[in-house]
């Protein structure tokens, strides 16, 4: 678990799990350093040859690790594996939906357009993300997701499951809602090297 320079009493509460499960490791940055030198921190420290990526303020189905595991498991073509989403507001109320395209050449078909992988219910396999250098820190507060996802498509297949992989919290403070048109600027560039 990475805690990227949280104000909040989030270290007490990770340091305390911690105790309790020798499998979690913690590490918190110092003062906030975003999204993608945060996310290559945590991938240091990953041993598992299969990564599930999750965001703080969302929420995650007790069965996703479980299903996401075996469909990778079962198809080994696949590096890179998410799902559906459910869009919840700040309450936990459920605001919307999106199924995105299941298959590897739909999903390739859309990332020239747009990402069709939600970033916080993604499993990778590790090796591929190492392979291509992790996240390119220059994409730190914006399409980080969609750089990576254009450098994995070179790598390894896509997929994602029919069924809700995470509930994501809209919030108005949320990277997406903070700079639109610096993170626009930058898919676009993704979007013209695809």
């Known amino acids: 678990?990475?805690?990227?320079?949280?104000?909040?009493?989030?270290?007490?509460?990770?340091?305390?799990?911690?105790r309790r499960d020798a499998r979690l490791r913690f590490i918190r940055n110092r003062t906030n350093l975003g999204l993608a030198p945060s996310?290559?921190?945590g991938l240091t420290l990953c041993q598992a040859p299969l990564v599930a990526r999750a965001d703080g303020d969302d929420v995650y189905p007790p069965s996703r690790i479980q299903n996401q595991a075996?469909?990778?498991?079962?198809?080994?073509?696949?590096?890179v594996l998410s799902g559906a989403i459910c869009y919840i507001d700040e309450a936990g109320r459920p605001v919307g939906h999106d199924h995105l395209?299941?298959?590897?050449?739909e999903i390739r078909f859309w990332l020239n357009l747009r990402v069709p992988i939600v970033h916080s219910g993604v499993m990778f396999r590790k090796e591929l993300l190492e392979r291509v250098g992790g996240y390119d820190e220059s994409f730190n507060r914006g399409p980080e997701d969609y750089d990576l996802f254009a450098r994995l498509c070179h790598?390894?297949?896509?997929a994602n499951l029919s069924d809700i992989v995470v509930n994501v919290r809209l919030r108005e403070s949320s990277v997406r809602g903070s700079a639109p048109d610096r993170i626009y600027a930058q898919a676009g560039g993704v979007c013209q090297r695809l």
């Open 1 to 18: 678990i990475v805690d990227d320079g949280s104000g909040d009493n989030t270290p007490v509460i990770l340091e305390e799990f911690s």
């Open 70 to 79: 075996r469909y990778m498991r079962d198809h080994q073509e696949v590096g």
């Open 39 to 41: 996310l290559n921190r």
């Open 101 to 105: 395209p299941t298959r590897d050449d």
């Open 155 to 158: 790598q390894t297949a896509f």
